[in-house]
């Protein structure tokens, strides 16, 4: 019973000390909004932080977060705007520099947060995939979501809309207990 007691202590400690530190870590980081601590970040996949990227990039899509696709991708994402999924989505010199320069510095090789590490380990060293929804960690967490949930979904129609069915997407969250399949309700696993 001591023992338990002992150990129940150095783990309490611990935790605190954590998450403390995580505390102390994000308030230092969070003034140039171009990262928050640890702690959130392993939680909430990458929250889009930077407004030109917001304000340009969700005009016809939401603002996919950076840590799931890696540098080189957004590299060339952002090289081939002009032509970009059968869009015109150019944007002028000094807001594309900005907003290739955040999402390459947030991008899934710098990012430590769970689903970034997912994400990046189902992808080859040597492909530079333009779509997070083509990489082979999206389609084995999606195989189970059949594609009239999606294709024939008015409020859906594209595995693309992340935010329709995850609804704190936004917000950065992924977490399977968020996701509200549009007309098809809450998902239960
Ligand atoms: C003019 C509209 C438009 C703008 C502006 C736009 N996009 Fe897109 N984007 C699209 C379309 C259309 C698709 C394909 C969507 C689909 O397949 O349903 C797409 C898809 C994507 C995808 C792949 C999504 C996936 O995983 O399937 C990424 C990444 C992306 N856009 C990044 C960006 C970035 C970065 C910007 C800002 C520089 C941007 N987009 C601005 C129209 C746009
Ligand atoms: C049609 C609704 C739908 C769309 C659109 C969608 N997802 Fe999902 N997503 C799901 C469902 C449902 C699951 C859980 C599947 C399961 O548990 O079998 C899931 C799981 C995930 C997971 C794993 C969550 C966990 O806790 O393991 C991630 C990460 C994820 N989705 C990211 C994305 C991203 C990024 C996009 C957009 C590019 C996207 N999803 C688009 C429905 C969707």
Redesign the pocket.
């Known amino acids: 019973m001591k023992k338990i007691t002992f150990w129940g202590t150095i783990l309490l400690a611990v935790c605190l000390t954590l998450s403390i530190s995580s505390l102390a870590w994000s308030d230092s980081r969070s003034d140039d909004g171009s990262s928050h601590g640890l702690w959130s970040q392993q939680e909430a996949a990458s929250q889009v932080m930077n407004k030109t990227y917001q304000n340009e990039c969700s005009a016809c899509h939401f603002a996919?977060p950076a840590g799931?696709l890696p540098a080189r991708s957004w590299v060339k994402i952002m090289g081939t705007l002009e032509n970009h999924f059968g869009e015109n989505a150019e944007l002028d010199a000094t807001d594309s520099q900005e907003i290739e320069q955040y999402l390459t510095a947030q991008a899934g090789d710098q990012d430590p947060g769970r689903?970034s590490r997912s994400f990046m380990r189902s992808i080859d060293n040597v492909d530079t995939p333009l779509r997070?929804?083509e990489t082979a960690y999206?389609r084995r967490?999606?195989r189970?979501?059949p594609s009239g949930?999606?294709l024939d979904n008015a409020k859906?129609r594209s595995?693309?809309?992340?935010a329709?069915?995850?609804t704190g997407a936004e917000k950065g969250s992924?977490?399977?207990h968020e996701?509200v399949?549009p007309d098809h309700g809450r998902?239960e696993?």
């Open positions: 996919y799931f689903f997070i929804s999206f967490e999606h189970e979501v949930m999606v859906v595995f693309a809309n992340c329709s069915c995850h992924f977490n399977e996701i399949i998902w696993d």
